[in-house]
């Protein structure tokens, strides 16, 4: 059998990734990411080297959606519009001893560079949530723009979730909102993530474990792991009986992904992995929509 030949990347391609990379080490703010640091003792959530990838996803596509959002506003009207991160961390991440900003500073130094910005971002960290808020606060002289258009929380997240469908989502008539949806492994529960979901203009970026996740429901079925059965039951809304015939990352990967669609009418995904194909770590980055067709599926999520 032949192999198939990769295509290669053009010399544009090559360009806009290393910017695309400088973003995350935020190189035109000089030495703030190393005074970021010094807040909160020093504190910055560590990682392997697959972490920046689904960051360099988030990075392409905020800058877009609010340049959309200000076309539709220009179009037909005002917009209230939001951002939501709900596993937002420390707000600094680090591989090994290379420090680069977390999703919440990839999203703000991504509306920095847009005409319109967030009427509200909303971060969540269970444990960070204070560090994260003082560091975000901190960056106000840089970014004015940010002064009363932020809220940190640092509870569950599915509380976090839940709260803001009922406080914000739901109350304005004329809404819509990019939210980054990256639990560690199974903590999202999908009567949270669905009242979301439910709301109809907005975009989704969800990080599924699909590997480990199909990993733990093994153990469930030879009876093990009662504790993880429980939240996989909670993961998944759905009783175990359902679940348990999932029997691979592909099936657990497209039967989370068809609930999703259930929601939103647009749906693609990619697999970021490390190493061989079903060795190592890999996980699945779903894009979900509430248009049918939204204007940065033109953007190819499929590189």
């Keep these: 059998m032949r192999k198939k030949r990769r295509r290669k990347k053009t010399a544009d391609e090559i360009e806009s990734l290393d910017k695309r990379i400088r973003v995350l080490l935020w190189e035109r703010y000089g030495n703030t990411l190393a005074e970021l640091e010094k807040i909160g003792n020093g504190v910055v959530n560590e990682f392997r080297e697959w972490t920046p990838l689904k960051l360099l996803a988030l990075s392409y596509f905020v800058g877009p959606y609010l340049r959309i ?46 005409e319109r910005k967030f009427d509200l971002m909303i971060f969540n960290d269970l444990f960070y949530g204070k560090v994260l808020e003082n560091r975000i606060k901190a960056l106000t002289d840089l970014f004015p723009w940010l002064e009363g258009k932020f809220i940190v929380y640092s509870t569950d997240a599915n509380k976090v979730l839940a709260d803001v469908v009922e406080k914000y989502l739901a109350k304005e008539k004329y809404k819509n909102y990019l939210a980054f949806i990256d639990p560690y492994r199974s903590e999202i529960k999908w009567k949270a993530l669905e009242k979301l979901l439910r709301i109809k203009h907005g975009d989704v970026f969800i990080t599924c474990q699909a590997r480990s996740i199909a990993r733990e429901i093994g153990g469930c079925r030879k009876g093990l792991k009662r504790e993880v059965c429980r939240e996989l039951a909670e993961y998944f809304g759905e009783d175990p009986s359902v679940w348990m015939r999932l029997e691979s990352e592909e099936e657990v990967r497209d039967f989370y992904i068809a609930k999703v669609n259930r929601h939103k009418p647009f749906v693609e995904c990619i697999t970021i992995r490390s190493g061989r194909v079903g060795k190592g770590f890999e996980y699945v980055l779903i894009f979900a929509s509430g248009d049918d067709n939204p204007d940065w599926a033109l953007l190819n999520t499929k590189s």
């Design 69 to 114: 959002m200000k076309g539709l506003e220009e179009r037909y009207g005002s917009t209230k519009v939001f951002y939501i991160d709900v596993f937002a961390g420390t707000g600094l991440n680090k591989v090994e001893d290379v420090l680069f900003a977390g999703s919440p500073l990839v999203a703000i130094d991504c509306a920095h560079q847009c």
